[in-house]
Nanobody
Framework: QVQLVESGGGLMQAGGSLRLSCAASGRTISSYIMGWFRQAPGKERELTAAITRSGGSTTYADSVKGRFTISRDNAKNMVYLQMNSLKPAATAVYYC?????????????????WGQGTQVTVSS
């Protein structure tokens, strides 16, 4: 079992940047596909980005392509989400998640382990 703790959220003006971090413990994340999801008030949780075990492949929501970058450091048991050119629509709670599947799942139900989330608020 792996435990996930997110950090790095906060209040940012539109156009700014934030870097979210996800610290894992309990097991090495090299065993897992990792993802970042977000949930805005009144909306369903949705995939922001996901990355394969080696980091060789990634997938992004269309709304963040070219602005957000997911990365991982298996040696440090860390996953990151660099968010640039932030827009107010990015305001949400961001969750780190892990799955032992073999593809890059895009639905929340395919991820077994979740962090508590970190709030990101982008003001216009």
């Amino acid at each position: 079992q792996v435990q996930l703790v997110e950090s790095g959220g906060g209040l940012m003006q539109a156009g700014g940047s934030l870097r979210l971090s996800c610290a894992a413990s309990g097991r090495t994340i090299s065993s897992y596909i990792m993802g970042w999801f977000r949930q805005a008030p009144g909306k369903e949780r949705e995939l922001t980005a996901a990355i394969t075990r080696s980091g060789g492949s990634t997938t992004y929501a269309d709304s963040v392509k070219g602005r957000f970058t997911i990365s991982r450091d298996n040696a440090k048991n860390m996953v990151y989400l660099q968010m640039n050119s932030l827009k107010p629509a990015a305001t949400a709670v961001y969750y780190c998640a892990a799955t032992s599947g073999v593809l890059l799942p895009t639905t929340p139900g395919m991820y077994r382990y979740w962090g508590q989330g970190t709030q990101v608020t982008v003001s216009s």
